[in-house]
């Protein structure tokens, strides 16, 4: 999920992820990633191609290396519960969260 959104972002800059290039980065993805830290990374990526000149895979490799999220795993999972359980409309949450 998270690379989606990453990738996304990056688009919003121009910035193409090639998807056979970012495979071997699947497990250095995090899991889950907030909104802003996916905007952030995607702005890294941004910055580092642009002022070394580099792809966007090898500028999202190289922000991976030592990428730490901004939330552990469990808040980010009691907090997507907590967003489900009081969702008024089912429809838009993703299917992997309910339960």
């Known amino acids: 999920m998270s690379k989606s959104l990453i990738r996304i972002l990056c688009g919003k800059y121009d910035l193409e992820l090639v998807k056979d290039a970012t495979k071997h980065l699947i497990p250095k ?8 830290a996916a905007e952030s990374l995607a702005v890294k990526v941004y ?5 070394k000149g580099v792809s966007a895979d090898a500028a999202l490799e ?5 990428y730490q999220s ?4 469990d808040i980010m ?13 089912l429809s838009f949450v993703l299917k992997e969260f309910i339960s």
């Open 77 to 89: 999972n009691f907090q997507i519960q907590l967003a489900v359980e009081e969702a008024s409309d």
């Open 29 to 36: 993805l995090p899991n889950l990633v907030t909104p802003g």
């Open 62 to 66: 190289s922000l991976l290396g030592d």
């Open 47 to 51: 910055r580092l191609a642009m002022t």
């Open 70 to 73: 901004p939330a552990p795993e």
